[in-house]
Nanobody, 116 residues
Framework: QVQLVESGGGLVQAGGSLRLSCAAS????????MGWFRQAPGKEREFVAT????????RYADSVKGRFTISRDNAKNTVYLQMNSLKPEDTAVYYC?????????WGQGTQVTVSS
């Protein structure tokens, strides 16, 4: 079992930046592809970005490409999401999980609110 704890969210103005962290405990995630996902009010959870176990393969949703950067530190069992040039439509609760996600691994997420 893996426990995933997201942090780093907050309220930011449009054009601002935030760095999210996802700390894993219970077992190492170094062998797994990881992903960031988000859920806006009234919408289904959607894919944001994914990174392979080595960091060599990365993919983004079209809506965040060029603005968000996913990275990982396997020694710290942590995955990051650097978010720049934030837009109001980026407002959501952000979650990390394995990719593909494991249902029982969803954490509480971290709220990101972007004001216009």
């Amino acid at each position: 079992q893996v426990q995933l704890v997201e942090s780093g969210g907050g309220l930011v103005q449009a054009g601002g930046s935030l760095r999210l962290s996802c700390a894993a405990s219970g077992r190492t995630i170094s062998s797994y592809a990881m992903g960031w996902f988000r859920q806006a009010p009234g919408k289904e959870r959607e894919f944001v970005a994914t990174i392979s176990w080595s960091g060599g393969n990365i993919r983004y949703a079209d809506s965040v490409k060029g603005r968000f950067t996913i990275s990982r530190d396997n020694a710290k069992n942590t995955v990051y999401l650097q978010m720049n040039s934030l837009k109001p439509e980026d407002t959501a609760v952000y979650y990390c999980n394995l990719n593909p996600p494991i249902r029982s691994f969803w954490g509480q997420g971290t709220q990101v609110t972007v004001s216009s």
